[in-house]
C-alpha cells in the first residue's frame, strides 16, 4: 500500500524520547510508522511498540511497514484521546514512554479524495476516520452562521471568520457546498481582494484547517490524550508531543505547566497545603523547533514544535 508520509524531527524525537531495550512505547499517532520503525529498533526484542490510530488505511500501511520489526507490536484502531481505555483493554502494563504527533498525515494531505486538501476538487470530507458520520460538507452546510464563524474564527484563527461564514451561507442557498472546490469558491470570494497578499498563504489555508479540526474534534482529542498519557505513564517516562499549530501547541504547554507546578495555595502561604503533588518534570523549556536542513528537504516541518516531559510519579498517584 502506498502510504508516503515523512515523520518530523526522528533525531529530536528519539533523543527526547529516550526509548531503551525492553521498553514498552505507545505511538498514539501511529500513521504510516515513520517514527515507530525507528522506535522498534531501539526497544528490540523485548520491547513492546503499540501503535494507535484512527485511520484505518494508516493501520494498514502500519502494518506493512512494521511486518519485520524487531519488538513486539500491537496496532489498535481508535481515538489517542481514549488512551487510557484503549490500553485498559490490551491489558498492557503503564508505558514507559508516548509519542503524539498532532494534526493531519502527508498521506491524508496528499490523497485528494480524502477532502484535506484546498489545492484540489474533491469530496468535502476530512475524516481521519472514515467510519464516523460527521463530514466538512455536514458542518458547512447544517451549521448556523455564527456556529461557522465561531468554528472558522476559533479554530483556524481567520480575521475573516464572519465574512466567510456569511458567504457560505449564501452560497448554500443556492446549492450545497458539497466539494472543496466549491468551499475555496465561497471563502475566496469572502475575503477582500489583496487582503492575503500575493505571496501570503492560501486564502482557504484557515478555513480547511478550521473544518478539519472541528470534523475530527482535534483539540478535544489533544486534551484527553495528553493527560490521559500523564495519568496512565510510569513513573519515569517519558511524553513527547509534536505540535503543528499555536492551538495544539498551547493545550501540551499549558498541561505540562499545570502538572509540573500543580499548587493552588496562594503565593502568601509559606507552606503548600492543598496537597497537589508534581507529576511532571518539564525538559523543554521553551518548545524544540526542526532545523534548517529538516525544513528544507521537508517543508511541512516548517511549524512544528516539540514539547517533552517526564513522568515524576507512578500511575494515578496524582489523582
Not at 503524539?100 to 475524516?127: I, K, N
Not at 484563527?157 to 451561507?169: C, D, M, S, V
Request: proline fraction near 6%.
Amino acid at each position: 500500500m502506498d502510504y508516503s508520509h515523512q515523520p518530523v524531527m526522528v533525531q529530536e524525537v528519539m533523543s527526547y524520547l529516550a526509548p531503551a531495550p525492553g521498553d514498552v512505547i505507545v505511538d498514539c499517532t501511529l500513521g504510516g510508522a515513520g517514527h515507530s520503525r525507528v522506535i522498534a529498533a531501539a526497544i528490540g526484542r523485548q520491547g513492546m511498540l503499540i501503535g494507535i490510530d484512527r485511520d484505518r488505511q494508516a493501520l494498514q500501511a502500519a502494518s506493512e511497514a512494521l511486518s519485520d520489526a524487531p519488538c513486539r507490536v500491537s496496532l489498535v484502531h481508535g481515538d489517542y484521546g481514549d488512551i487510557e481505555s484503549l490500553l485498559g483493554k490490551l491489558g498492557h502494563p503503564a508505558p514507559d514512554g508516548v509519542l503524539f504527533d498532532f494534526g493531519v498525515s502527508s498521506h491524508q494531505l496528499d490523497a485528494v479524495e480524502r477532502g484535506f486538501t484546498y489545492r484540489e476538487d474533491a469530496p468535502l470530507d476530512m475524516r481521519m476516520d472514515q467510519g464516523i458520520q460527521l463530514t466538512a460538507a455536514d458542518i458547512v452546510n447544517t451549521a448556523s452562521v455564527r456556529d461557522l464563524e465561531t468554528i472558522i474564527s476559533d479554530y483556524g484563527e481567520e480575521r475573516w471568520a464572519r465574512r466567510i461564514a456569511r458567504h457560505i451561507a449564501l452560497e448554500r442557498q443556492n446549492a450545497p457546498i458539497l466539494t472543496t472546490g466549491c468551499l475555496v469558491q465561497a471563502v475566496a470570494s469572502a475575503i477582500p481582494p489583496g487582503a492575503g497578499g500575493r505571496d501570503g498563504p492560501h486564502p482557504a489555508r484557515r478555513t480547511f484547517q478550521a473544518l478539519r479540526i472541528a470534523v475530527n474534534d482535534e483539540l478535544g482529542a489533544v486534551r484527553r490524550g495528553t493527560e490521559g498519557a500523564v495519568r496512565v505513564a510510569a513513573c519515569g517516562a517519558r511524553i513527547v508531543a509534536l505540535s503543528y499549530h499555536s492551538l495544539e501547541d498551547r493545550i501540551v504547554k499549558e498541561l505540562f505547566r499545570a502538572r509540573e507546578r500543580p499548587c493552588s495555595c496562594p503565593p502568601s502561604f509559606p507552606t503548600c497545603i492543598c496537597g497537589r503533588r508534581k507529576a511532571l518534570e518539564v525538559i523543554t523549556r521553551k518548545p524544540v523547533r526542526p532545523s534548517e536542513n529538516e525544513v528544507q528537504v521537508n517543508p511541512r516541518a516548517r511549524s512544528a514544535k516539540l514539547r517533552a516531559a517526564i513522568k515524576v510519579l507512578g500511575p494515578g498517584e496524582d489523582e
